[in-house]
């Protein structure tokens, strides 16, 4: 699924945006500005990215912020591995 995902332009750059952003992470205002979209695309967008378990948010009052989760990206990154150890 986290394949599906990254496969879109609009989520890679977003995802990628998260990473040179952690640990900290940014809210949907941020980066709607930094990819031009507007903030409803913005959450459309990332929400294949929570529902394979890339990205996480935590809400604070009425402000969400996006982070990448460390646990998620490090099972996608076994993921990764497995499939080209499968392929020699």
């Known amino acids: 699924m986290c ?5 879109n332009d609009v989520r ?5 945006r998260l990473v ?12 709607s500005e930094l990819i031009a979209l507007p903030r409803n695309l913005v959450s ?7 529902a394979c378990g890339l990205v996480v948010n935590e809400r ?3 402000d969400v912020l996006y ?3 460390q646990d998620g990206l490090a099972e996608f990154a076994i993921a ?3 499939l080209m150890m499968q392929r020699s």
């Open 3 to 7: 394949f599906a995902a990254l496969g």
């Open 12 to 16: 890679l750059e977003l995802f990628r």
């Open 20 to 31: 040179e952003s952690s640990p900290t992470g940014l809210g949907p205002t941020a980066l």
């Open 44 to 50: 459309y967008h990332l929400a294949p990215l929570r």
């Open 60 to 62: 604070d009052g009425r």
């Open 67 to 69: 982070r990448v989760s």
């Open 80 to 82: 990764v591995q497995r």
